[in-house]
């Protein structure tokens, strides 16, 4: 990952019930399962430094998934630094796969008309299906990778 803009999903592991507070969006109630954050990084210092911030879980509480970041702990990290920005892309695809449930509306989804970039499972999806999916809706898309667990210390 280098500090070159793109997209990426977290995934998040939720260990035990809890109710939490989001923003604006008001109370949300976290449950044991993998909750799928997708968004991008068209800004200074690109993917590297949005998602060393969602890893390191500090900073001010700023966007939805802060919130939610500091309830979970943080399993794996998906990216692509494809040029255009696929976070509505990836959100789509992640809440059409089977066992997806979309758990607040509109989470991370303020300037877009999805309904949520925030999908829930009940355990890890498949990175390999994932990849299979874009590469079939979008042959253009560029690779997209997983984090090494250096970024997830
Ligand atoms: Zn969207």
New binding site residues.
Partial sequence: MTDAPGTYALLLRGEENQEIEVGALGAMIVRPGVYVYVGSAFGPGGLRARVGRHARGDGAQHWHVDYLRAATALEAVWYTHDPERR??TW?AVLRDRSGATVPVDGFG?SD???PA?LTRFESVPSLSSFRARLREQYPDHAPVEQAGEDLLE
Wanted: charged share 10%; hydrophobic share 25%; proline share 0%.
């Fill in positions: 976070e509505c959100a989804a877009c008309t999805c970039h």
